[in-house]
């Protein structure tokens, strides 16, 4: 157990769908990242939130779109997507402060598929 | 872009020593490195993070060298559960002063018994 819990952990929907991905940290971080691994691909880094703004959006479609309305809280609300978009999707968060030793903390993952 | 690179793959015999290298020749004076692992099926776990010095903790050995432009991972004695997907990032201030971690391929260790 990590401290970031995201949830569901498994996710069907079709291409018209629309749905949501939740992540949820109480580790007092200040910082949250979403990243999604395709099945044999590296970790590819979404979106980073740094005190509730965006500070990177990784050329990411427009059809996945994040939302942190709190420190505590990160979501990624997703519609139309693609069969391609079918991967695991992590949830991280870390302490952005002076320290640049704060290590990344992640969730358990939701595997979405895309039908 | 990924700004360390490391082996596709690794293999070794289970109880030996591990030694897992990276480059990161663009690394700046105030970088950190930091390694994590991926298990099979598993999220993405801390191992270890160093700045100059080597370190040690309970779960691996950071060798660092002098010049800061590589580094390497020691698991002193394998066992079958360090068969993963090995990653080593910088962690560093981005422009804006935000940390930006990015993951590169990784070295996935396999562990022969």
């Known amino acids: 157990e990590t401290g970031v819990t995201q949830t569901p952990r498994h996710l069907v929907m079709g291409m018209t769908n629309k749905k949501s991905l939740k992540c949820e940290q109480h580790?007092?971080?200040?910082?949250m990242y979403w990243y999604k691994q395709s099945a044999k691909k590296p970790l590819e880094l979404m979106f980073v939130?740094?005190?509730?703004?965006?500070?990177e959006n990784n050329s990411v479609p427009s059809r996945f779109s994040p939302e942190c309305p709190n420190s505590s809280h990160l979501f990624l609300h997703l519609h139309t997507l693609q069969p391609e978009d079918s991967a695991l999707y992590l949830c991280?968060?870390?302490?952005?402060?002076?320290?640049?030793?704060?290590?990344?903390?992640f969730g358990s993952g939701t595997q979405l598929s895309v039908l | 872009d990924a700004k360390t690179t490391q082996p596709n793959s690794m293999e070794s015999n289970e109880e030996e020593p591990v030694h897992l290298p990276c480059n990161h020749s663009t690394i700046s004076g105030t970088d950190y490195i930091h390694w994590y692992r991926q298990l099979p099926s598993q999220d993405p776990e801390y191992v270890i993070h160093g700045l100059t010095s080597n370190v040690n903790n309970r779960m691996a050995s950071l060798a660092i060298a002098e010049d800061r432009k590589s580094s390497t991972l020691i698991l002193h004695r394998a066992t079958l559960r360090d068969a993963a997907v090995y990653y080593c990032?910088?962690?560093?201030?981005?422009?804006?002063?935000?940390?930006?971690?990015?993951f590169g391929r990784g070295t996935s260790l396999i562990v022969h018994p």
């Open positions: 580790l007092g971080h200040n910082a």
């Open positions: 939130y740094s005190l509730e703004e965006r500070v």
């Open positions: 990032i910088l962690r560093g201030k981005e422009s804006g002063g935000s940390y930006i971690p990015t």
């Open positions: 991280a968060s870390s302490s952005q402060s002076t320290g640049l030793n704060e290590k990344l903390f």
